[in-house]
């Protein structure tokens, strides 16, 4: 709702041409309205009540549209973190697997240059299972990315 100067005369600044007294006038969503009778409606008892219950309304809808605005951002924000989090519990766990199965890899290359050696070999175990050993006890307390392996 906003009050634009309306077109009165062809002076400037909506003034008459010729008439030093005229009073400028104001639309109001096509109205036009005086300052005068504005001023007239909001001296009445009646007037202002119903401009104050007119903005104590649009102040009520905005605030409503705020908190529903408000409580729709809280929900998308415990929606992305809650994504954040299982995306990073993940990460961790892929990072671990990748981790053993590098050890294993390591394991099984150094059992075949042992076999082509002629060097006796402990078959029994699994290479996934050693290198879950080796694992657990280089990597107590430390992240899995923080441990290095080297793969020939």
């Known amino acids: ?10 002076g400037v600044g909506g003034m008459a041409a010729g008439d030093p ?3 400028q006038a104001y639309t109001l969503q096509g109205t036009r309205v005086t300052p005068v009778a504005i001023w007239m409606s909001l001296t ?3 007037g202002v009540m ?23 951002m809280k929900k998308r924000i415990a929606g992305l973190e809650g994504e954040s989090r299982t995306s990073k519990g993940l990460r961790v766990s892929l990072e671990k697997h990748v981790k053993i199965l590098e050890i294993a890899l390591k ?3 150094d059992k075949m240059k042992s076999l082509n050696k002629g060097e006796p070999v402990d078959i029994h175990k699994d290479s996934k299972e050693l290198a879950r050993e080796e694992l657990n006890t280089a990597g107590k307390g430390k992240h899995p990315s923080s441990i290095s392996i080297s793969c020939r």
């Open 21 to 23: 007294n005229a009073v």
């Open 50 to 72: 119903r401009f104050l219950q007119t903005e104590w309304h649009r102040h009520e809808r905005d605030r409503n549209a705020w908190e529903i605005e408000r409580e729709e």
């Open 44 to 46: 009445s008892q009646s």
């Open 1 to 10: 709702m906003a009050w634009q100067p309306g077109a009165v005369g062809s």
């Open 107 to 109: 394991r099984e290359r």
